[in-house]
């Protein structure tokens, strides 16, 4: 799987709009970009998925650039509660297992 | 989506002894898979468990320190054995759920060894 690149940590104003770069440079033709997050002491949750069109659900919207080298998680107006750690993945489809980097730690300020 | 429920939720423990972990699904899946993570650290993948075939250990990990059961399609333990004060972790219980493309993770079992 090819490998991401996130800054370990950003901070955003609670109403903003959080946006969270993440760079997969080396990545495939059939490889996923996955998003989730882990709030402090929780199981990672689920956020987003896609491969090359930007995708949006109720949670985030998911940019991927034309090259797909690098990506964007967009939560569109942050709340404290999204204060956590994120994470970027990329992933093989139909491979079974998830890598986990280090992720960003993002902190929503009031 | 997939629930997934971890027995105990945590755990303080003497070293040298063994904890055992229990992991329970909502619904029927072909692949359980255990994460370690160590404090401030990511998570790590220990081991895939499949229903009646032997668990596939990443490296770095071996079966008799981390011995694990998959006696049904909705259940598996993860024994953490000869346990010291380097395998305190949060241990956390993941499948695959959905259309096969989102993983799923338990809520984690944090274990403290004195």
């Known amino acids: 799987d090819a490998k991401t690149t996130q800054p370990p940590s950003m901070d955003c104003a609670e109403g903003r709009a959080a946006n969270l770069p993440c760079n997969h440079s080396t990545i495939s033709g059939n490889e996923y970009v996955y998003w989730y997050r882990q709030i402090h002491s929780q199981g990672p949750q689920y956020i987003i998925h896609g491969l090359k069109n930007n995708e949006t659900n109720e949670m985030a919207s998911l940019i991927i650039t034309e090259d797909r080298k690098s990506s964007t998680l967009i939560l569109p107006h942050a709340t404290l509660r999204d204060t956590a750690v994120y994470y970027c993945i990329v992933r093989v489809w139909g491979a079974q297992k998830l890598v986990f980097g280090q992720g960003t730690r993002l902190t929503i300020n009031p | 989506s997939a629930v997934i429920s971890q027995k105990p939720s945590r755990d303080i423990c003497q070293r040298g002894t063994s904890l055992t972990i229990q992991c329970q699904v909502d619904s029927q899946v072909t692949m359980m898979f255990w994460y370690r993570q160590q404090p401030g650290q990511s998570l790590t993948l220990i081991a895939t468990a499949n229903q009646g075939s032997e668990a596939t250990y990443e490296s770095g990990f071996v079966i008799d320190k981390f011995p694990i059961s998959r006696p049904n399609l909705t259940f598996s333990t993860l024994t953490v054995s000869n346990m010291s004060p380097e395998d305190s972790s949060i241990y956390l219980c993941?499948?695959?759920?959905?259309?096969?493309?989102?993983?799923?993770f338990g809520p984690g079992t944090r274990l403290t060894v004195l």
């Open positions: 993941s499948v695959w759920g959905g259309m096969g493309d989102t993983q799923y």
